[in-house]
């Protein structure tokens, strides 16, 4: 017969000594309880992920609910001593050791951050990289090749970039997931082509009125040029917060673990309040800048210019700040993974504080202190991460998709090519 849990109160199968709570059969939680023991790595490999890492009672209500511990244990000291290296050999070797340089910063970063006790782990090979950025050069030489000297070339270049973005978007998507990793079993991400082109040109209406733009600018009449570029800048103004929560949803649905896959929950009507009051800060500081220019319209030409552009870069900061904070809770506590939730509690002024100060060490610096405020920024988004279990984690099972394996990953290497720069 099975027993209710005398600490949460959740029923637990006969042959079952111990709740996920940690209470016993006849114990509640936290009487004559040893301590948990830190998972073996080795033995779990290839393994469904078990609660047996450093889990916590919640005691905020919810029933059968553990917190698990994310973590970030990186040192500003031992980062640069690999930032340093990275920037080096990068310029020593006109960038070709960029991508071995990403493999390096992303290796420690993963196996910095915990969950549970447990670290990251990050898979990917610096030479499909590599290729990835060749090709990315390529792009961008074409591109300006086509601005500066053969522009009659620009319309089939944009037309051309525009037909690949969804590609390079999932074929991104598919790599970082594929080589990350988590008690040795990879994530997945299965968007394709269309579904990608969806998203990003809605239907195809946004690209129509790109093209269309592009051939009214070359080929028309310049009155209707600017009536193109009116409706565009309409369009995209309405629909950017729409968008954005349709680019969300397709990375968090298609992306999975374990065989269970990411569910997402945010409405767009959310997504357009953050962008609201975004534009409601940066309008506010606009008009503030605009009084402050008149009210200081006689001082000498050398200061006036600061008196006007140091309040419109706080306003934008500020603005920069409160969309991160408030964008990234609004993703993340409205993203599932299985039993796992998120609960995300950036704030406006705290993030706010750490740009500025971050950017105020990097300047007088010279850019040394870029290590310190990476580590910085890291660990304030772990420490402001909660992650709760609700129920059993038995459902994350390793699968031929999943597993890493050298085999299927050099099978992919030449379709999982990482696009970044």
């Known amino acids: 017969m099975d027993w209710q849990c005398p600490g949460c109160g959740s029923m637990n199968p006969p042959?079952?000594?111990?709740?996920?709570?940690?209470?016993?059969?006849?114990?509640?939680?936290?009487?004559?309880?040893?301590?948990?023991?830190?998972?073996?790595?080795?033995?779990d490999r290839g393994q469904p992920l078990s609660v047996d890492g450093p889990a916590v009672a919640i005691s905020d209500g919810d029933t059968g609910s553990r917190a698990l511990p994310l973590e970030f244990r990186g040192s500003a000291r031992e980062y640069f001593r690999i930032w340093i290296v990275n920037k080096s050999l990068t310029l020593?070797?006109?960038?070709?050791?960029?991508?071995?340089?990403?493999?390096?910063?992303?290796?420690?970063?993963?196996?910095?951050?915990?969950?549970?006790?447990?670290?990251?782990q990050y898979l990917g090979l610096p030479?499909?990289?590599?290729?990835?950025?060749?090709?990315?050069?390529a792009g961008f030489l074409l591109y300006y090749l086509s601005t500066h000297f053969f522009t009659y070339l620009l319309p089939y270049v944009i037309a051309a970039g525009m037909i690949a973005a969804p590609w390079v978007m999932v074929r991104s998507a598919a790599f970082n997931a594929r080589y990350s990793a988590f008690r040795n079993m990879t994530f997945h991400f299965d968007g394709s082509y269309m579904d990608a082109f969806k998203v990003l040109y809605a239907w195809g209406v946004v690209a129509l009125f790109i093209v269309a733009f592009i051939v009214a600018s070359i080929y028309g009449n310049p009155k209707?040029?600017?009536?193109?570029?009116?409706?565009?800048?309409?369009?995209?103004?309405?629909?950017?917060?729409?968008?954005?929560?349709?680019?969300?949803?397709?990375?968090?649905?298609?992306?999975?673990?374990?065989?269970?896959?990411?569910?997402?929950?945010?409405?767009?009507?959310?997504?357009?309040?953050?962008?609201?009051?975004?534009?409601?800060?940066?309008?506010?500081?606009?008009i503030a800048s605009v009084?402050?220019?008149?009210?200081?319209?006689?001082?000498?030409?050398?200061?006036?210019?600061?008196?006007?552009?140091?309040?419109?870069?706080?306003?934008?900061?500020?603005?920069?700040?409160?969309?991160?904070?408030r964008s990234g809770n609004l993703v993340w506590n409205?993203?599932?993974?299985?039993?796992?939730r998120f609960r995300s509690a950036l704030r406006s002024r705290d993030l706010l504080k750490l740009y500025v100060t971050n950017a105020l060490g990097i300047v007088a610096s010279l850019g040394l202190l870029i290590p310190w405020a990476v580590m910085r920024t890291?660990?304030?988004?772990?420490?402001?991460?909660?992650?709760?279990?609700?129920?059993?984690?038995?459902?994350?099972?390793?699968?031929?998709l999943t597993r890493v394996g050298a085999l299927g990953a050099e099978t992919m290497e030449i379709f999982d090519m990482d696009f970044s720069l």
């Open 127 to 137: 030479i499909p990289i590599l290729k990835g950025r060749i090709l990315a050069a």
């Open 378 to 400: 890291m660990k304030y988004r772990a420490d402001t991460m909660r992650v709760t279990l609700e129920g059993e984690l038995t459902g994350f099972e390793g699968s031929d």
């Open 291 to 325: 009084a402050l220019s008149q009210l200081m319209s006689g001082l000498k030409s050398t200061i006036f210019p600061f008196v006007i552009i140091v309040p419109i870069y706080a306003g934008y900061v500020l603005a920069y700040a409160f969309y991160q904070s």
């Open 224 to 286: 209707y040029t600017g009536i193109a570029v009116g409706v565009i800048a309409l369009i995209f103004t309405l629909s950017v917060p729409w968008w954005v929560k349709r680019l969300k949803k397709f990375l968090v649905e298609h992306s999975s673990y374990g065989g269970r896959k990411g569910v997402f929950s945010a409405t767009g009507g959310q997504f357009y309040k953050i962008f609201l009051l975004s534009a409601l800060i940066l309008l506010a500081v606009a």
């Open 15 to 43: 042959e079952t000594a111990e709740c996920l709570c940690g209470s016993g059969h006849d114990r509640p939680v936290g009487v004559d309880m040893a301590r948990p023991q830190e998972p073996n790595s080795s033995q």
């Open 334 to 340: 409205h993203t599932a993974l299985g039993p796992i």
């Open 92 to 120: 020593l070797t006109l960038g070709i050791f960029s991508a071995w340089a990403k493999v390096r910063r992303k290796r420690y970063l993963y196996s910095h951050t915990t969950l549970g006790g447990t670290p990251f």
